[in-house]
């Protein structure tokens, strides 16, 4: 079943009026919220790894309660439906899990729903809060301070220190960098949904289109160069709504500044390339 279906499916069996009422909070309450959790739909909806999924669940919840704000959100309950969630094996996923699958049935008792997992009583609530760091001991009542040495006692000579040899550069071995997974690397992605309000072909480039994108919560839409003019034409792109990496750095191509990327998915020989879905209601 695709995760539309599943949303559709789920919301429809929220009997209670308070659960109805609850539905808008749902799909985020600020754009930013709203983005995130479409663009967690989408990643689900398209999910061909449930290992993977599992990874990124862990990594994106090692500092939160919830994948989006501090509320449940439709990217929880997605999540819950979509992913092995017996197969969390860290504390910030079974924290994440003890908490939702509460939730889940107390908004939809009636629906169809993955079965209970048993988790330690301790590991549900929000996260615990950090420790505070301990005062530093202070001198206890009788103890005297030691007197400063004088210079008599600095002018005597101390006897010359043995000199270390330091290995050869050669012999010295260099720990490997460990490389990122890419649960990490989506954990730290910053996805919106955005709308394409308008396109045009590079004059100088034949490969990329010029695009100015909405994403909803800036001054003006976003100029991103996209190497797509192989597989799309100008109409297929103006007023599409769009996934885009919003967090890279700014670089200029082919003399236009480009401010992020638009998510696509491709073939290994990249001879079909292809935009990646956004949920009608994103």
């Known amino acids: 079943m695709a995760v539309a279906e599943i949303v559709e499916v789920w919301q ?17 309450v600020t754009p930013v919220e709203m983005a995130e959790v479409a663009s967690w739909q989408s990643f689900l909806s398209q999910l061909k790894e449930p290992d993977l999924a ?15 704000g501090n509320r449940l959100t439709l990217a929880d309950v997605v999540a819950y439906l979509v992913v092995d969630v017996a197969s969390l094996r860290g504390t910030a996923g079974k924290r994440w899990l003890a908490t939702v699958q509460r939730e889940v049935r ?4 009636d629906a169809k729903l993955p079965p209970l997992v048993e988790l330690p009583a301790n590991l549900d609530g929000p996260l615990p809060l950090p420790k505070k760091k301990s005062a530093p001991a202070t001198k206890k009542a009788g103890e005297e301070k030691q007197p400063a040495a004088t210079k008599k006692d600095k002018k005597k000579k101390q006897p010359p ?17 460990e490389e990122s997974s890419a649960a990490e690397i989506f954990a730290t992605m910053d996805i919106r949904v955005g709308v394409v309000v308008d396109a045009w072909p590079h004059a100088e480039a034949e490969k990329l289109f010029c695009e100015k994108i909405d994403v909803g919560d800036e ?18 792109i103006k007023d599409r709504k769009v996934l885009v990496f919003a967090n890279l750095k700014p670089r200029t191509m082919s003399g236009f500044k480009s401010e992020g990327m638009v998510l696509c998915a491709s073939t290994a020989d990249h001879s079909v390339v292809k935009f990646l879905e956004v949920p009608d209601d994103a």
Not at 19 to 27: D, P, V
Not at 219 to 236: F, M, Q, W
């Open 106 to 109: 107390r908004l939809a008792p």
């Open 12 to 28: 429809s069996s929220r009997s209670s009026a308070a659960c109805r009422a609850a539905a808008g909070a749902l799909k985020g």
């Open 219 to 236: 001054e003006k839409p976003r100029t991103i160069a996209s190497g797509l003019r192989a597989h799309y034409d100008v109409g297929d």
């Open 161 to 177: 220190a043995e000199k270390k040899k330091e290995p050869a550069a050669s012999a010295k071995k260099k720990e490997p960098e």
């Open 54 to 68: 599992a990874a990124v669940l862990e990594k994106a919840l090692s500092t939160r309660s919830y994948l989006v």
